[in-house]
């Protein structure tokens, strides 16, 4: 498993107005955007990890990349353990609950879009 869940895609509709109404209902907020992406976070790190999804386009093709980011304190407490970032995938012991939650969320968009889900 990767620090972080990478995907590419050709989508050949805008996607946009689905990825806003997503990110509203699952509770993620735009921490970052530009022409060509933006970049969401549900949570805060108080009591489960930040879960960071991004998205990048470039014409019809879109690069998604989701992860689960730890800070510092977190990491300390489990003895560097844990790594910065993981990825959402499922499998393996670190992180389990947050990586479920976020891939859960993320296979909502995925569903919304008609592309396959994050295993």
Not at 56 to 66: I, L, T, V, W, Y
Not at 96 to 109: D, F
Request: no cysteine; hydrophobic share 45%.
């Amino acid at each position: 498993m990767g620090s972080r869940t990478v995907r590419d895609y050709t989508l050949n509709f805008d996607p946009w107005p689905h990825i806003d109404a997503w990110a509203n209902e699952n509770g993620y907020k735009v921490k970052g955007a530009d022409a060509n992406g933006r970049l969401y976070q549900k949570g805060h790190g108080i009591l489960v990890a930040p879960m960071m999804f991004e998205i990048r386009q470039s014409g019809p093709q879109f690069h998604f990349e989701a992860w689960i980011r730890v800070n510092t304190f977190t990491r300390i407490f489990a003895f560097f353990l844990i790594p910065a970032e993981m990825g959402i995938e499922s499998g393996g012991f670190k992180l389990v609950v947050p990586r479920k939650i976020a891939r859960e969320a993320v296979n909502k968009l995925m569903m919304r879009l008609q592309l396959p889900p994050i295993p």
